[in-house]
């Protein structure tokens, strides 16, 4: 007898992992929240359970924490459930120019970013694949694909570091019953520029550059069920735009446009 399956889903107190969250549990996934902030996953839960009638795990983690991706997989395992969908979307940024923050900060991001979202992949491909079925979004970003700006000097360099681990493990488990996606939204209304402190920023950006927490969460999981879907999944036409064009203009332009609107959207300070 198998055990029953679950999706497991990192920063979901608030925003697109709370709304996957939502989502999945509407289509009656058994659910497995982690985030730092207790309260708010429990309030989620409970609203869960009533609304959907699932069993929701909640696991309190940093995943600055080297330690944290292995304690919420076998706090999974002992509630006695098998994950077979994973949700990478715990996030930050660290603003201003590379320098102005500690290599600590740096390193926790860091770890927070790439190596959480690599070591709970790990943890958990075996058992879907034991199981012939799984499914992993890795929330990427259109500032993985377009060229890097100054400010939040790593925000990029991870997001690309998702979408090229995603179109590798597609490709390794193409006749398997996994499928793995990037999902790349853009600017999405959510707490997360308030958390990085540039809100005040990118709330100058015009209204059509916006998506809403759950248009951007209703594409990657009617995407995630479609076989002929690209790994690397940017919704909204603004961004498939913006991705567009930065990989058609010569690289010179693309950099240099960059360039110029950094300071629209990212933190510039010095040390």
Known sequence: MTNPRIALITGASAGIGAEFARQLAAQGHHIALT???????????????????????????????????????????????DIDVLVNN???????FYTAAT??????????????????????????????????V?????????????????????????????????????????????????????????????RHLVSQMPDYMWMEAHEVVSISLSELNNPKAPVMLVPGRVNRFLAFLSRKLP???????VRKRSGDFRLQERP
Request: aromatic residues 8%; charged residues 20%; hydrophobic residues 45%.
């Open 251 to 257: 690289y010179r332009w693309a950099y240099a446009l």
């Open 90 to 96: 715990a996030g930050f940024a660290v603003g201003g």
């Open 35 to 81: 985030a730092r902030r207790r309260e708010r996953l429990d309030e989620l839960a409970d609203q869960l359970k009533r609304q959907h009638g699932v069993e929701c795990l909640v696991i309190p983690a940093d995943l600055a924490d080297p330690e944290a991706p292995k304690r919420i997989v076998e706090a999974i395992h002992q509630a006695g459930f």
């Open 138 to 198: 890795n929330v990427a970003s259109v500032a993985g694909i377009v060229a890097g700006s100054s400010g939040h000097t790593l925000y990029a360099a991870s997001k690309a570091f998702l979408i090229k681990f995603s179109e590798s493990l597609a490709m390794e488990n193409h006749h398997t019953g996994v499928t793995v996606q990037a999902l790349c939204p853009g600017f999405t209304l959510s707490e997360f520029h308030d958390v990085i402190g540039n």
């Open 103 to 136: 290599w600590d900060e740096q390193a926790r991001f860091l770890q927070v970013m790439v190596t959480a979202v690599a070591e709970l992949t790990h943890l958990v491909l075996p058992t879907m694949l034991a199981n012939n079925a799984g499914q992993i």
